[in-house]
């Protein structure tokens, strides 16, 4: 951000000189206005984020002044200074929108300090509309075009999420949850939103490297340092200087090599294999894991400190079979770029194939998803029973999923209707648990919350009764 601009409103030449000349001194950039019509020349001219107001002025006082600058420049903010015995003018600034007072006469260090305030203010203010910016933009992309589409109160939790760790591009970030849920899109998407954009995203899948070469990967090594280092090597950290650095499956970091990742987080400094000299470096981490880092913590095999160093924002996310609204958009998304991809004219996934898809957990989550689709779009038609069975895990494939496939297959295709078929998934649920929702859920494969809402939805009520009562 550039300087901060203060516009010094007061007919007094001398006041305006002194205040001038210490603001400026204090690194601000100073404009001086002797009444309101020069004041409002320039506020179109300049861009001013701090307005100083007398209250007595010519042509018309501070206030009617102050009114005017917050109808027409509503973000800037304003101090107004006033003589002694003129408090009810003063509670009517603050009425109008002032920020601040000062009481003429006053001290360098009583400006400096509401300057300050306000300043403190500002920069509030501009964190909070730029957090707003980032969530409506994550939303837009969970809503639209990205492999994170979402609607589903979880998806739109974790973008809000997001735009927080987003928002403070320094603060280490722990993403959580099973393979195939998008973590590295998470981690990609926190870098191109932040301050760091501009630099390097490298990601690296920590289970992937060898033990005896996480030092050198990471830290980087000198040359001669060991057998075969014949030129030295920057290593991951200073490769990724000014930008991030993802650590996938970090849970995997040998303890051995978690004290000198720790320091480096605490000290910002890399020391290469072989070498005395350490290095600086800038660099934000964002870490990924399937894996329960606590229960590591607790086995002793992964440091409690780098833990809790790690695991400033937390971002945890949910399993496809608990968002399950959120398939069918998936679903299209991928076979509409599937298609565009070879050069087919994209046409809406079958309704019956939809309502099935949803009865099925995805132990794979929107991995397995795109890849089935792919699938799908390869073969050009829906597939039939023995292809779609030969596809999906069967410890994934209930009873309902078999229902809901036989049900589809006996209604004629003039007929399919996909909130009947999901009011009627959600119906047999309910009856096969004997009205237990938590039971019903489960065999859906949903959370208890989202078949509340289904049943909410459809006007669908739960009554419980005692299995084999045969009511």
Known sequence: MGKTAVLVLDDEARLTEEIGEYLGNAGFEVRIADRPSAAFTVLRNDHIDIAL???????????????????????????????HGD??????????????????????????????????????????????????ELNH???????????????????????????????????????????????????????RASGRFIAVNCAAIPRDMFESEFFG??????????????GLFRSADGGTLFLDEVGEVPLSSQTKLLRILEDGAVRPVGSDEEQTVDV?????????LGALVKDGLFRRDLYYRLAVIEIPLPPLRDRIEDIEKLANLFHTRFCLRAGTTPRPMDPGLLARLKLYSFPGNVRELKNLVERITILGRAPTEKELSAWLDPDSVGSDFEDASGAVVDKPRSGLNLQRLERDAVSLALERSGGVRAV???????????LDRRMERYGIEARNRAPGSGQ
Request: glycine share 6%.
């Open 87 to 136: 408090m009810d003018s003063v509670i009517e600034a603050l009425r109008l929108g002032a920020f601040d007072y000062l009481r003429k006469p006053f001290s360098t260090f009583e400006l400096q300090t509401a300057i300050n305030r306000t300043t403190r203010f500002l920069d509030a203010k501009d964190t909070t509309r730029r957090y707003a910016q980032l969530c409506a």
């Open 440 to 450: 019903a859920a489960r065999l859906l494969g949903i959370t208890r919350q989202a």
């Open 53 to 83: 107001i007398d209250i007595k002025l010519p042509e018309y006082d501070g206030l009617v002044f102050l009114k005017h600058l917050k109808a027409q420049y509503p973000d800037v903010e304003s101090v107004v200074m006033s003589g």
């Open 221 to 234: 090594h000198a040359k001669g340092a060991f057998t075969d280092a014949h030129t030295a090597r920057a």
């Open 284 to 292: 934000r981490i964002l870490c990924a894991t399937n894996r329960d």
């Open 141 to 195: 992309e969970l809503a639209e075009d990205s492999d994170m589409v979402g609607s589903s109160p979880s998806m739109l939790e974790v973008g809000e999420q997001m735009a927080r760790a987003a928002a403070h591009p320094d603060t280490p970030v722990l993403i959580h949850g099973e393979s195939g849920t998008g973590k590295e899109l998470v981690a990609r998407r926190i870098h191109n939103l932040s301050a």
